[in-house]
């Protein structure tokens, strides 16, 4: 991309961004930071920064109508005065890994506020991941050759001191075709989804009417099986009476039929004896609940136990501001017990003490048993 066209899109997007990066910048370092900013000049491969080596570089890719790599530069010290300032505390006097471990989560937090703050705007950009090097030598910085470079003077609190931090920068414009043709491919994948989703319905329903036409052919034959069960009971009720031999030559009819079969001698005959059964009572379990259900087989089951110093409710918008430092108040007053849960459920409360090396809670309210016991059974 050409350099008038890059500086000018660079400063109008520095332009609307400008503010918010004072806001999210002083957010993350715990206190409010004024930023200046120089206009653009062309980058070039004689470029030296105004920083003392060995120096500190953040590089960074965002994409966009615009495709960039970023490069922020600073003096090496930066990372103890971020530490300190994120977490509250003193300058270190050595930086040391953890100081610069602070720098790339400032970064990364600033740069993940500065993305939500240009979503749906003109100049809105996707970031990618962020690296830090400790660079020794100018020989070393690795700058690229084209490009521009722009200088940031911010100031912290009422302090009148300012803090430098270069970056240098080059892009190139997102072809229109490149950001269309991924469009059409998907359209036309959606397309053949939805072909594939039809023809998958047709062959359910066509399923589904097999299967409609096999339950009425099974609902016809079963009738069919009912209605024949039905003419051969008749038929056989018929040929017991014609064949059975009855006093004075008339036919048994009904229960007399029934007797003769099966033993006995009509009026004379004898009556087949019916009595209820008799079942042994089940022994009493031995332990139960209030409900009477068994529990002694539930007594090696694990549960998760957990202390619930307090809660708090935050919106995405707090949780983002968060860092290193930060401070969440709870809804307990100090003081107040802690809740001891398990399995979700609140079973006691208690207070925190210290055994030897390690945190403790003393059970100082518990819950009443029958509580207790609905709480397991949950």
């Known amino acids: ?32 930071i004024k930023i200046k900013a120089d206009e653009p000049n062309p980058l070039t491969g004689e470029f030296a920064p105004g920083h003392e080596y060995p120096l500190l570089k953040v590089t960074l890719s965002t994409t966009g109508e615009v495709a960039c790599e970023h490069s922020l530069l600073m003096d090496k010290s930066m990372a103890g005065l971020i530490f300190s300032w994120m977490t509250g505390g003193e300058e270190p006097k050595e930086v040391g890994e ?3 471990d602070a720098v790339k989560e400032s970064a990364a937090q600033i740069l993940g506020q500065l993305q939500a703050a ?31 470079v722009a200088a940031y003077n911010f100031t912290r609190g009422k302090k009148k001191k300012e803090y430098l931090i270069t970056h240098a920068v080059t892009g190139e414009l997102v072809p229109a075709e490149a950001a269309e043709e991924p469009e059409v491919e998907e359209a036309g994948e959606v397309v053949e989804e939805a072909a594939d989703v039809a023809e998958e319905a047709a062959d359910v329903a066509e399923e589904t009417a097999d299967a409609a036409e096999e339950a009425v052919d099974v609902a016809e034959e079963a009738a069919d099986d009912q209605v024949g069960e039905e003419d051969i009971a008749t038929d056989v009720v018929e040929s017991v009476s014609e064949d059975l031999p009855l006093e004075g030559g008339e036919d048994l009819g009904g229960a007399a039929d029934m007797a003769a079969l099966f033993g006995g001698e009509g009026d004379e005959g004898g009556v087949v004896e019916v009595s209820p059964a008799e079942f ?4 009493e379990p031995m332990l139960r609940d209030g409900k009477g259900r068994k529990i002694s087989m539930l007594l090696d089951v694990e549960l998760d136990v957990a202390v619930e110093l307090g809660r708090k409710v935050m919106v995405v918008d707090e949780i983002l501001r968060l860092g290193k430092g930060a401070v969440i108040e709870l809804n307990k ?18 207070e925190v003490v210290v055994v030897e090396d390690h945190f403790g809670v003393r059970l100082t309210h518990l819950v009443e048993p029958k509580e207790r016991i609905k709480s397991l059974g949950k």
């Open 118 to 148: 240009s979503e749906g705007k003109k100049y809105s950009f996707t970031a990618g991941e962020v690296q830090l090097a400790e660079v020794p030598s100018q020989e070393e910085l690795g700058l690229p050759e084209e490009g521009l």
């Open 1 to 32: 991309m050409q350099y008038d066209e890059l500086s000018q899109r660079y400063q109008e997007a520095a332009k609307e961004l400008l503010a918010a990066l004072d806001e999210v910048g002083g957010q993350t370092l715990q206190e409010s």
């Open 333 to 350: 007053l100090a003081g107040e017990p802690v809740d001891i849960l398990v399995n979700g459920k609140k079973l006691a409360e208690g």
């Open 280 to 283: 042994d009572e089940l022994a």
């Open 98 to 100: 953890e100081h610069l």
